[in-house]
């Protein structure tokens, strides 16, 4: 009888353990950016030569790259907003076309303010491409356009991030640009 009941519960517990458990289909996306100011988020600051990696760190774009189905729609939404802001921070008022102007574009305040642009289009390309990679994981990309448009914006990155990198050292100075990486307010 002891033998019975203890063939039983055995059987029951690994049972239990083997049984097949719920998935919804839904994954738990926790959101991993905050919406920032455009000087909290900016990487044209400091010396040239480490743009991407810079911006890869600040987005956490190894994480997202690595599992984009499980990016959170918000975070989605504050890179693309931070994109359009680097994008205005190029060329609308108060942005680095009006500032290298100003300080006239062969003195050292106009070479460090263009290595800043350098490192601000970094920014601006390397979200582009990353919001397309993880557009391709989450949705897949049935008719290519999204892969197209992903390799025109990675030959703009990739032809920056060598002009960053040949400017390794250089002093790189950022605008004060007012703008935000908060979808609510991106243009």
Do not use: W
């Not at 918000?74 to 609308?92: L, P, S």
Request: net charge negative; proline share 2%.
């Amino acid at each position: 009888m002891y033998f019975s009941k203890l063939t039983i519960l055995s059987t029951l517990f690994v049972s239990v353990l083997a049984a097949p458990t719920y998935d919804s289909g839904v994954s738990k996306r926790a959101d991993v950016l905050t919406v920032k100011n455009y000087a909290d988020f900016q990487v044209s600051s400091g010396v040239a030569g480490n743009a991407l990696q810079e911006v890869d760190d600040e987005f956490n774009a190894a994480a997202f790259r690595a599992n984009p189905a499980d990016v959170s729609d918000n975070d989605i939404a504050i890179m693309k907003a931070a994109r359009v802001t680097a994008e205005n921070a190029e060329t609308e008022a108060g942005g680095f076309n009006e500032a290298i102007d100003a300080a006239g574009k062969d003195t050292d305040a106009g070479k460090a303010l263009q290595n800043g642009k350098t490192k601000n289009k970094v920014m601006k390309l390397e979200l582009q491409v990353l919001l397309a990679d993880i557009e391709i994981g989450k949705n897949g990309d049935a008719d290519g356009s999204v892969a197209a448009k992903r390799t025109q914006e990675l030959t703009k990155l990739n032809k920056n991030v060598a002009l960053d990198e040949k400017n390794a050292g250089a002093a790189s100075t950022a605008v004060d640009f007012q703008g935000s990486s908060d979808p609510a307010t991106s243009g």
